[in-house]
């Protein structure tokens, strides 16, 4: 269903990121969470970083186990062109 990025000033709706099968969604909090925080601190906006989390958490519940076998930056770049 996506997620909703609340601060003081807004409300930000991001759609999820498209998944063909889930297979596993061991991580898939975790990899959003850490794809926000990836997005942070290469200092995008808000709503970008929110696209990044439901890249990566998309990315991961389509996979059996919570690792990927690239880096979340290439996962990222090839995607996002960031």
Request: with cysteine; net charge negative.
């Amino acid at each position: 269903n996506g997620s909703t990025i609340v601060t003081a000033d807004e409300t930000i709706k991001v759609e999820a990121f498209p998944v063909d099968k889930v297979v596993d969604s061991t991580g898939a909090g975790d990899l959003y969470a850490a794809g926000l925080l990836h997005g942070l601190i290469k200092g995008h906006d808000l709503e970008t970083c929110g696209k990044i989390g439901s890249l990566v958490a998309a990315k991961v519940v389509a996979q059996t186990g919570a690792r990927f076998q690239t880096s979340l930056s290439e996962i990222v770049s090839n995607v996002f062109n960031l």
